[in-house]
């Protein structure tokens, strides 16, 4: 079965610095892996996505992330972080099987400080 | 284009009484996704029904059950709440392409809080 491992529960950064979430998986088949943003009291906003085509996914708001096989990873970077970024993020893995069905991370906080 | 609507945004219960989630999905999406967000649990799927069909289901108790109606609209029904049922409750849609894994919709979520 498929996993998903973000590591930090908590991450906070000063406003202009880098941001960098971690993400690893754990899957026997090459996945479909997900970023998704929650802000306060609202559902869950697509990032951005990788599926099997180029493995640095640029998205929305300035993210990216690079799927690295080698090491089963999926980290989220933004090179300046900025107040409004400052909400909970999910990772997430998709199998290219017969039905969908999103596996979640944890989720990160993500803190900004001015 | 309209998104995901759920509702009611909050719902408010008494342990051992029953709630009904209702979603409407993006136009054009026929799957409908459900999940639970608790606290301290992360985010668990509940649900997935595709043309009017109940397709999965998560490690839930039968008493969260669902339907999804020819207009693909779906409702999410839990009995007998318990505590522990207090939760946001996420309803997602996707297109009819089912294997082409795009990514699915959110809408805002239904908390429940079981009192």
């Known amino acids: 079965a498929q996993s998903v491992t973000q590591l930090g529960s908590h991450v906070s950064v000063s406003e202009g610095a880098l941001v960098l979430l971690r993400c690893n998986y754990s899957?026997?088949?090459?996945?479909?892996l997900f970023w998704y943003v929650q802000y306060p009291n609202q559902g869950l906003q697509l990032l951005l996505k990788?599926?099997?085509?180029?493995?640095l996914v640029k998205g929305i708001n300035g993210f990216e992330a690079e799927f690295k096989k080698s090491e089963t990873s999926f980290h989220l970077t933004k090179p300046s972080a900025h107040m409004s970024d400052a909400a909970e993020y999910f990772c997430?893995?998709?199998?290219?099987?017969?039905?969908?069905?999103?596996?979640f991370g944890t989720g990160t906080r993500l803190l900004v400080s001015p | 284009e309209a998104g995901v609507t759920q509702s009611p945004t909050h719902l408010i219960k008494t342990r051992g009484q029953q709630a009904t989630l209702r979603c409407s999905p993006i136009?054009?999406?026929?799957?409908v996704y459900w999940y639970q967000q608790a606290l301290g649990l992360g985010l668990q799927f509940l649900l997935w029904?595709?043309?009017?069909?109940?397709?999965n289901r998560g490690n839930f108790p039968p008493r969260f059950s669902g339907r999804q109606f020819p207009n693909y609209s779906s409702e999410l029904n839990v009995n007998a709440l318990e505590l522990e049922d207090s939760a946001l409750y996420l309803c997602?849609?996707?297109?009819?392409?089912?294997?082409?894994?795009?990514?699915?919709?959110f809408g805002d979520g239904t908390r429940l809080s079981i009192l």
């Open positions: 997430a893995v998709s199998m290219n099987t017969g039905f969908q069905k999103l596996v």
């Open positions: 899957s026997s088949v090459p996945p479909y």
């Open positions: 990788y599926t099997s085509a180029a493995t």
């Open positions: 136009s054009g999406h026929t799957s």
């Open positions: 029904y595709d043309e009017g069909e109940e397709r």
């Open positions: 997602a849609s996707e297109g009819a392409l089912l294997y082409s894994n795009q990514p699915q919709h």
